[in-house]
């Protein structure tokens, strides 16, 4: 039968961090991929930061992150950290970490410590790796500060956040409005709208104008995270030089800059590696006897197949439509159609509140595989060439245990290794820049100390 | 001791009624509220305004007293309502000979009906089902509860009346047959207050029989629940009912910018504590689908319950829908020796007005005075000009002001800041629930994800309140959206939620928020 069709090494499908972290590794060891997703991936909905481990299960902040990523492992034997083993979540964090400098988009940390960073309501959320833009908020430092806001912004109040915060640090927190002409006629102002604005001088001109004759005793000066898109280094370095003293981002609601600066550096570095990004399509997947064979996607000029040797499930769980959960109680993995274990009543599903100490039920369902990561259907073997990443998992919650870009990373990391593992056999390739071992305690220092040895093809 | 006249309790649309309606017959009146106004069963109803068309068949009496009580308000309320106009649709799961005993019943009970052609039906509500047999046009229409109540207490106001959210009846003083005094306690600041009155309208609903027990008189309501489904999109412009004997799921009524259908029908002991069983969803979508195909596949919001005060005669058991609609003044002198205390139970939001005007009728008749009850010839304050409410109003205001400096606060309802701002500075509140009733704030597709952060932040750069009193409006706000998230969670409503959790929980922090110290160590660099 003839039919419009392509074929490639490995199809991802899924333009998350896991799916566009798995493609890139894959995409630098010369292996033709194509990422295709129905929607523009989670990092737009993220703080932009890499969370590893955020809050024990208890809901107490991680303070000796290597020890807790160990102790969770030995706890929950079915988490993805488990199946990925220490390593392969060092390896990620490591490669992300490269590719991101390479595109000067710096972020600070390392795997052997969390970060206390200030959040747009005031209180604190803990993470691992955070972008440069962000670092000067530590709670740690304790000089004071200023936060700066947008009036005709909506989605970030500098009196809030500081009233909050001051109760909480060490050091006083003042606040500020500014009323920008230029954004007066702006109506509805987005984060990204902003973000736009302050890639141009002449708005940062005006800005630091205003700031620095309200500076105070403020040793640093925290502005929503919209310092710049597409110029955002540039702006982070004309502000802070007009300003003369350090800035930081606090990430608020979506869409988010910090997530989207992510996401463009992930999409431009593959398809300079030769890859292929298609975004706005649902899939449908088609086994070929116990191997996954094609997916056929759904676009305009009609359905295209594509043929992969491999694919990557990298669709987001039940958050990003991966897996689909329905009225009747049954859950769907939404590519290949295949049940997903889960309660079938749908008031076990969640807790009676909101924002109770633990994860909802139903974000721990997942699909279910084995510790290859390869998809395990309800029954027979696994199936060989589908690999499954991140949210797709289950066993874990990314917003309760802020693990999420973790997981992505040490999965996607995970992933990419089984793939070339099978498609070229286990042989050596590039050598690993973090030593094998089974502890992120041991290994951590190889972090920073291996930055920069990311292969770039 | 504060000293009025008259103390209705209860500030629901009934309450807020026989307050308007004794403050212009001149009485000094206070209606006490033990929550918000209008958050018992008038504000947790569908929305419908009836024509009696539901009733004409089983309940006739209901069915007159629903007409004449549509027209009046029409003509008083009308910009709490939004002129829809209502259909009666009969679906081959209908039997087919009721509908000719409806349009009889319906002209019995003096209820304009007119039957329409399928193509007709299918022009004006396009997404209805082909398959509809008949359908047939009456007054029905949408009708926004809370503004309804605010309207009768501002008028209430203007005529020396009060009513205070927020206090509870906690005991009566007796002496000589008569209650004397009203204990109440403020549920925000603890503080309790006694008042002096000479009469007492109970107008509690479902909680009357508990207002009856705190008397010392002996009255049984039954709390029958029904719960409605929100749905994601304003599905239909009138509303419809199927034409049959009231059943489940069988309403669909139009609310700003979503449609609600309703309703189920069980009775619960408790008029406080009920939740909203899984099999009630699945019923109500599955009738939707013979309204409107594909019903059960679109996305619903939310889902809410509320009580009706159902009262049958004392003694009588019948169950949910076989208890008549109709409504009772009972007055305590006659009926228990308490000479001064009238109770208003049963009813309907839409009979609410003629509900009020008997019960002060017996209370005239109880102090043996003659005074004419004026509340179906003055209209509320803003319905004045005879103008229904449309759902493009909020634009059209923000059009003749030459457009609107102010940022979007809800995109979902189209709710401005200064708005929030205006709200919160009459009502002086910072309870984000008193907001949303009032501007609709969250009741839209995202359900508070993106406007509770910024209501909270609005409120907090008004107010200046202490933080942790900001937060926990938030977080209450959060936790009140998701009450009725929880029943219709799946398919794009989890994606939903899941994206609300990620932002509350892990982006802004909101559980650790009230830690004011950092744990030590955390952060070691």
């Given at each position: 039968m003839k039919r419009r069709g392509r074929h490639f090494e490995v199809v991802v499908i899924g333009a998350g961090l896991s799916g566009l972290a798995a493609a890139s590794f894959l995409a630098e060891e010369g292996v033709r991929v194509g990422v295709i997703a129905k929607?523009?991936?989670f990092l737009h909905f993220t703080s932009g930061c890499v969370d590893v481990?955020?809050?024990?299960?208890?809901?107490k902040p991680v303070s000796d992150l290597p020890a807790s990523v160990d102790e969770l492992i030995a706890r929950a034997p079915f988490h993805p950290y488990a199946l990925t083993g220490t390593h392969h979540l060092l390896e990620g964090l490591h490669r992300f970490q490269a590719m991101m400098t390479e595109a000067d988009l710096d972020f600070v940390g390392d795997a052997q410590a969390n970060l206390t960073l200030p959040t747009a309501i005031g209180s604190t959320r803990v993470t691992c790796l955070a972008p440069d833009s962000m670092?000067?908020?530590?709670?740690?430092?304790t000089s004071p500060m200023l936060i700066v806001g947008f009036r005709?912004?909506?989605?970030?109040?500098p009196p809030y956040l500081a009233a909050n915060l001051s109760r909480r640090s060490s050091f006083p927190v003042r606040q500020l409005y500014l009323d920008l002409p230029s954004f007066?006629?702006?109506?509805?102002?987005l984060s990204v709208d902003l973000a736009r604005e302050l890639d141009d001088p002449a708005t940062r001109k005006e800005i630091a104008r205003l700031v620095k004759s309200n500076l105070?005793?403020?040793?640093r000066v925290g502005f929503p995270?919209?310092?710049?898109?597409?110029r955002h280094r540039d702006s982070v370095l004309d502000l802070t030089e007009r300003i003369g003293h350090p800035l930081f981002e606090i990430p608020t609601l979506p869409p988010s800059v910090p997530g989207m600066r992510i996401n463009r550096v992930l999409r431009r570095r593959l398809l300079r590696n030769g890859a292929r990004v298609e975004i706005g399509f649902r899939v449908q997947g088609r086994f070929d006897g116990d191997r996954a064979g094609e997916i056929v996607v759904d676009s305009a000029g009609g359905a295209t197949t594509y043929t992969a040797d491999a694919f990557v499930l990298?669709?987001?769980?039940t958050g990003g439509g991966g897996i689909i959960a329905r009225q009747d109680g049954s859950l769907h993995e939404?590519?290949?159609?295949l049940p997903v274990q889960g309660?079938?009543?749908?008031?076990?599903?969640?807790?009676?509140?909101?924002?109770?100490?633990?994860?909802?039920?139903?974000?721990?369902t997942g699909v279910a595989v084995n510790a290859r990561l390869q998809l395990l259907p309800a029954?027979?073997?696994?199936?060989?060439?589908v690999f499954v990443t991140a949210?797709?998992?289950?066993?874990?919650d990314p917003v309760h245990e802020g693990s999420g870009e973790g997981v992505a990373l040490a999965t996607a990391h995970k992933a990419a290794t089984e793939i070339l593992d099978l498609l070229r056999g286990p042989l050596p390739r590039s050598?690993?820049?973090?030593?094998?071992?089974?502890?992120l305690g041991t290994a951590a220092g190889h972090v920073s100390a291996g930055r920069g040895t990311g292969t770039r093809s | 001791m504060y000293q009025t006249e008259v103390v209705v309790i209860g500030g629901g649309a009934t309450g807020a009624g026989a307050l308007r309606d004794a403050a212009l017959r001149g009485f000094k009146t206070l209606l006490l509220e033990r929550?918000?106004?209008?958050?018992?069963t008038s504000g947790r109803y569908h929305g419908l305004l009836h024509s009696g068309g539901r009733y004409a068949v089983k309940d006739p009496l209901s069915a007159r007293e629903c007409i004449a009580e549509n027209i009046i308000l029409h003509r008083i309320a009308a910009a709490t309502i939004e002129d829809t106009g209502g259909l009666f649709v009969a679906t081959?799961?209908?039997?087919?000979?009721y509908a000719d005993r409806f349009v009889t019943a319906c002209r019995d009970s003096g209820i304009p009906v007119t039957e329409i052609s399928i193509a007709e039906m299918l022009r004006r509500?396009?997404?209805?089902?082909?398959?509809?047999?008949r359908a047939f046009v009456v007054p029905d229409a949408s009708c926004e509860p809370w503004a309804l109540i605010e309207g009768n207490i501002r008028s209430a106001r203007a005529y020396g009346g009060d009513a205070w959210p927020?206090?509870?009846?906690?005991g009566f003083e007796r002496q000589n047959g008569r209650i004397t005094v009203v204990r109440t306690r403020d549920?925000?600041?603890g503080e309790e207050q006694s008042i002096a009155c000479d009469f007492v309208v109970n107008?509690?609903?479902?909680w009357a029989g508990q207002i009856g027990e705190l008397a010392g008189v002996p009255l049984t309501m039954t709390a029958g629940k029904g719960s409605m489904i929100v749905m994601n999109?304003?599905?239909?412009?009138s509303v419809v009912n199927r034409c049959h004997l009231p059943g489940d799921g069988d309403i669909l009524v139009p609310v700003g910018s979503v449609a609600i259908i309703g309703t189920t029908s069980i009775n619960v002991p408790d008029p406080d504590a009920f939740e909203i069983e899984p099999a009630e969803i699945d019923s109500m979508l599955r009738e939707g689908e013979k309204l409107v195909p594909g019903l059960a596949k679109m996305r619903s919001l939310r889902a809410y319950a509320g009580v009706r005060p159902l009262y049958g005669n004392e003694g009588a058991s019948a169950e949910g829908r076989d208890v008549s609609r109709a409504f009772a003044v009972l007055?305590?002198?006659?009926?228990?020796?308490?000479?001064n205390m009238i109770s208003i139970v049963g009813g309907k939001l839409t009979t609410y007005r003629l509900m009020a005007e008997h019960g002060v009728d017996a209370l005239c008749r109880s102090l043996g005075v003659d005074r004419p009850c004026h509340t179906a010839d003055e209209p509320l304050p803003g319905s004045e000009n005879g103008v229904h409410y449309s759902i493009t109003h909020r634009l059209a205001a923000i059009e003749a002001r030459g457009g609107d400096e102010n940022s979007l606060v809800c995109e979902c309802e189209y709710v401005t800041r200064s708005q929030v701002e205006q709200v919160a500075a009459e009502r002086s509140t910072h309870d984000l629930g008193d907001i949303r009733r009032e501007?609709?704030?969250?009741?839209?597709?995202?359900?508070?994800?993106?406007c509770t952060y910024r209501a909270a932040g609005v409120l907090h750069d008004l107010n200046h309140l202490p933080p942790r009193e900001t937060n926990e409006a938030l977080c209450h706000f959060l936790e009140e959206r998701w009450k009725g998230i929880k029943p219709v969670l799946w398919g794009d409503d989890l994606r939903q939620i899941q994206l609300d959790e990620e932002i509350y929980?892990?982006?802004?922090g909101v559980q650790q928020v009230d830690d004011t110290v950092e744990p030590a160590g955390v952060d070691r660099r």
């Open positions: 929607g523009g991936g481990l955020g809050r024990t299960t208890g809901g670092a000067a908020g530590s709670m740690r430092e005709g912004f909506r989605d970030f109040y007066r006629q702006r109506h509805h102002l105070g005793d403020a040793g995270a919209v310092l710049g898109l597409e990298a669709t987001g769980g939404s590519v290949f159609g309660s079938a009543d749908r008031s076990s599903w969640y807790h009676q509140r909101f924002l109770g100490p633990d994860p909802q039920p139903i974000s721990l029954s027979g073997g696994a199936v060989e060439n949210s797709n998992l289950p066993h874990w050598a690993p820049s973090v030593t094998e071992r089974d502890s | 929550s918000d106004f209008g958050t018992g081959p799961d209908d039997d087919p000979a509500e396009p997404r209805l089902n082909p398959a509809i047999t927020y206090h509870q009846v906690t549920t925000r600041s107008a509690a609903g479902a999109h304003r599905i239909v412009n007055d305590h002198r006659s009926r228990d020796g308490l000479g501007l609709r704030l969250g009741m839209g597709p995202c359900q508070g994800g993106f929980v892990n982006l802004l």
